[in-house]
T-cell receptor, first 113, second 113 residues
């Protein structure tokens, strides 16, 4: 079974802080994704990566950056956290070559005070 | 701009009834349409998916109906059970795979006894 692990289930930070959300997958997947989930808005793609050190902007990249130094790890960075970034953040990985579904972690609920 | 419109936002169905969730899209380049199921505290997980070369796909109690001309697809849950209570997301992709999914806004389903 594919396992996607997000380092924190709950996180509380203050406005202006630099925040790191970590995601690790154990299946050697090339593609990894960061989404945010908000009530009534569904899942919106922030950034994705199709290989180490490669990244592409998703639909809502403003205020975020990402890092992928190793294949199994994909980090989401909030450069200067703001209250409108309070949300549930979901990480996913995918082996696109095998026509498999995206496998999601259980999410990090981030509150910015 | 919502590329995949999902309705209803919430749904209450009695045990044994049929749950129906609808999605509509505009982008005719979409060629892969999965449904994801999410339980509280968990990440979404693939439930069932369809490609536009077929009009219906059934897996157990779950059926996707696809209408290419109307640009609509729907999820039918037959004999709904309390264990089906979850949030359901439709999604679409232009890559023929689960890469770069555009998600609907989600439907919270509650199945009552």
């Amino acid at each position: 079974d594919v396992k996607v692990t997000q380092s924190s289930r709950y996180l509380v930070k203050r406005t202006g802080e630099k925040v790191f959300l970590e995601c690790v997958q154990d299946m050697d997947h090339e593609n990894m994704f960061w989404y945010r989930q908000d009530p009534g808005l569904g899942l919106r793609l922030i950034y994705f990566s199709y290989d180490v050190k490669m990244k592409e902007k998703g639909d809502i990249p403003e205020g975020y950056s990402v890092s992928r130094e190793k294949k199994e790890r994909f980090s989401l960075i909030l450069e200067s956290a703001s209250t409108n970034q309070t949300s549930m953040y979901l990480c996913a990985s995918l082996d696109a070559a095998q026509s498999q579904p995206q496998h999601f972690g259980d999410g990090t609920r981030l509150s910015i005070l | 701009q919502q590329q995949v419109k999902q309705s209803p936002q919430s749904l209450i169905v009695q045990k044994g009834g049929i749950s129906i969730i609808n999605c509509a899209y505009e982008n005719t380049a979409f060629d892969y349409f999965p449904w994801y199921q999410q339980f509280p505290g968990k990440g979404p997980a693939l439930l069932i998916a369809i490609r536009p070369d077929v009009s219906e796909k059934k897996e157990g109690r779950f059926t996707i109906s696809f209408n290419k001309s109307a640009k609509q697809f729907s999820l039918h849950i037959m004999d709904s059970q309390p264990g089906d209570s979850a949030t359901y997301f439709c999604a679409a992709s232009t890559t023929g795979t689960a890469s770069k999914l555009t998600f609907g806004t989600g439907t919270r389903l509650q199945v009552t006894l």
